[in-house]
Structure formats: C-alpha cells, structure tokens
C-alpha cells in the first residue's frame, strides 16, 4: 500500500477494482502499442487502455501468465511447506547459541527432511515456515530444542492457523508479446531457500528499465531471465540434495553465498565507478555467464560438491582453491562456520 501511494504521488493511476482480462496489439510492428481491457469487479463492464509498455509485477499471481494459459515448466528444485505466524516464542539465543542469532533472519536445518525459518518482528509476532525436501513434511518434534521454543507459542490473531503449500515452486513461459516484459517473481517462485528471489527480482527491474530506454531488447531479457533462474534452481536444489551430509550442505550453501556477493559488489563498483550514472545489467549475469573465468571455476564447484565420494576436509580445501578469487568472505576457512561477511552489502 505504502509503494501504491507513493506512486500515485508522482502521477500514477491506479486502477483498483479491475481486472486485466485481455491483451490485443495493435499491429505486428515492434513499435505498436498494446491495447489492454480492464473489467470491472462490479459489475463486468470494461474498459480499453493503451499503453507502450506492459509489466507485469504481480509477483506469485502471474497475471499476464494466467491469462495467457502460458506452458508451465518445471523445476528440479521440489518442496513443500507451511508458514504461520506465532507469538510467545522465546530467543533462541538464551537457549543454546551464544551469539545474538534472534537479530538475523534465522535457518534451522532439521536433519535431512528440510529446514525452519524463523523471521522475528518488531513485537512479539514470528514468521515460522517449514520447508520440505520432495512431499515431505518435516516433523518439528524430532528436534527437542526447537520443540521447546514453540511449545508455549500461540497464532498471531491475524494468521489463527498454518497456511499449507502442496508445492512452492512454479514457473511459466515468458509471453511472446514484444512489449510485454514479466518481472522474474510473476514468472517464477523457485524456493524460500537463500531468499532468492527478491534480489533477482530487483535485478530484473533494473533491466527492465535499460528496455525501455531502448538500451536493451526484450528478447535479451528473458533469456538473461530464463538462465539466471536454471541456475539459481542448480544451487538451490543442491542444497538439498546435500542435506544428509552438514559439510557438504553448508558447502552448498556457500556456493550460492559467493555467487551473491560477487554479483552484487560487481554491481556496486560499476555503478560507483560511472558516477551513479545508468548502468547497463543486460550484460551482467546473475549466474555469472558473462565472465567465462569464474563461470567454469563455479560450474567446477558444483561438480565438487555434488560428488559424494570427496571427504569433507578435501572438499572444503578444493572449493576454497578453485574459488578463491573471488571468495571475499573467506569461506571454508572456519571450522565453527561463522563467517563476520557472509552476506551482500
């Protein structure tokens, strides 16, 4: 609501009480602008748009998806989940960690089934969500520590029950309209895991504007779009697939940590370096495409991680060879794991 407002402020209109029900262009020019129908909730009347740009930043409703019957695709990444929002849970920092983990986003591993979010507020309201590998539902009381700190937890009146997920991940063909451009969030949600998808989501924003400044094609877009998300789906899945092994899960975890942070302090240092001038993203790949270098060097790291018959302390000092480069937080240095940089600036 704050975002909606702020943008009426500046010359917005927001047309509540409507739904997109079709789409036309014009013509077949790659200048046409594109004709859209709003129907009204109330009463089904509608009412014809026009616009040169359409996007579509519905997020999980995929709107422009939905209403194109766009193919859906799949992901190697499966999981389930449920989430709800608690009040009276004690710090878990008073129960067994001796630093203040309640001050961060906090990722309980339970075993091999999956893991727990547990994301405090400003009051005593918590976001709990329980991730499961496949159709599995972990089960919290195999896990006495946590079973405590949520035994005497009540639901927040606002959320009086848990909100389940059959299947968190989905994903659709982008639209093949030439003015149509889909933030990655409206065409996919991939896994609550490493949270991936707000930071490629504001990265894809930024491409969205070098389009329409005609710095950029649309094409390029969601090709850049469909390969950042076949490779964040490589990490994430492997992430869970190394679960059973806490080593090589955190491995896993790191991988994707180092990728992040690489991507984003790139990002900083070009946009510093050109005077907060626009920068051109279409040529910077989440997955690191376009730097042939440590492209091979991470896709070598995967290879590491996903062989089973490495024993840890070798695959901790492989990783930590291969990556080194560009491993800033000094990754696989640390046998307690508690890395001081170990997230984006």
């Given at each position: 609501a704050l975002l909606a407002q702020e943008a009426e402020n500046r010359g917005a209109v927001m047309a509540a009480g409507f739904t997109l029900s079709d789409i036309e262009r014009s013509s077949a020019t790659r200048d046409a602008r594109i004709r859209l129908v709003l129907k009204k909730e109330t009463d089904a009347s509608t009412t014809d748009?026009?616009?040169?740009?359409?996007?579509?930043?519905?997020?999980?409703?995929?709107?422009?998806?939905?209403?194109?019957?766009?193919?859906?695709?799949?992901?190697?990444?499966?999981?389930?989940?449920?989430a709800?929002?608690?009040?009276?849970?004690?710090?878990?920092?008073?129960?067994?960690?001796?630093?203040?983990?309640?001050?961060?986003?906090?990722?309980?591993?339970?075993?091999?089934?999956?893991?727990?979010?547990?994301?405090?507020m400003s009051d005593d309201c918590t976001s709990v969500g329980i991730v499961g590998r496949g159709d599995q539902q972990p089960r919290v009381n195999d896990f006495p520590s946590i079973a405590r700190m949520l035994r005497d937890a009540v639901p927040h009146p606002l959320s009086p029950g848990w909100s389940p997920?059959?299947?968190?991940?989905?994903?659709?063909?982008?639209?093949?309209?030439?003015?149509?451009?889909?933030?990655?969030?409206?065409?996919?949600?991939?896994?609550?895991?490493?949270?991936?998808?707000?930071?490629?989501?504001?990265?894809?924003?930024?491409?969205?504007?070098?389009v329409i400044l005609d710095r950029g094609s649309v094409i390029e877009y969601r090709k850049r779009n469909d390969q950042e998300l076949n490779h964040l789906d490589r990490l994430v899945d492997l992430a869970y697939q190394s679960?059973?092994?806490?080593?090589?899960?955190?491995?896993?975890?790191?991988?994707?940590?180092?990728?992040?942070?690489?991507?984003?302090?790139?990002?900083?240092?070009?946009v510093s370096e050109m005077d907060h001038q626009p920068v051109c993203l279409l040529g910077q790949g989440w997955d690191g495409s376009d730097d042939e270098v440590f492209s091979a060097a991470l896709a070598d790291s995967v290879d590491l991680v996903s062989n089973s018959t490495i024993s840890s302390g070798d695959l901790r000092d492989a990783l930590a060879q291969r990556l080194a480069a560009w491993n800033v937080a000094g990754f696989w240095s640390r046998a307690d794991r508690r890395y001081r940089y170990s997230a984006t600036k």
């Open positions: 748009l026009s616009c040169e740009w359409l996007i579509d930043a519905s997020g999980a409703a995929g709107v422009i998806a939905k209403l194109e019957n766009a193919p859906e695709r799949r992901f190697r990444t499966q999981t389930c989940g449920r709800i929002h608690l009040r009276g849970i004690p710090r878990w920092s008073d129960e067994l960690d001796p630093f203040d983990g309640d001050a961060s986003a906090q990722h309980h591993l339970l075993g091999d089934q999956g893991w727990m979010w547990m994301l405090r997920v059959r299947q968190i991940q989905r994903r659709f063909e982008f639209s093949h309209h030439r003015r149509v451009i889909q933030l990655p969030a409206s065409i996919a949600t991939l896994d609550p895991m490493h949270s991936t998808g707000i930071a490629h989501s504001l990265f894809g924003v930024g491409r969205a504007a070098e679960m059973p092994d806490f080593d090589r899960f955190c491995s896993a975890v790191m991988l994707y940590l180092t990728t992040a942070i690489r991507n984003e302090e790139r990002l900083t240092e070009t």
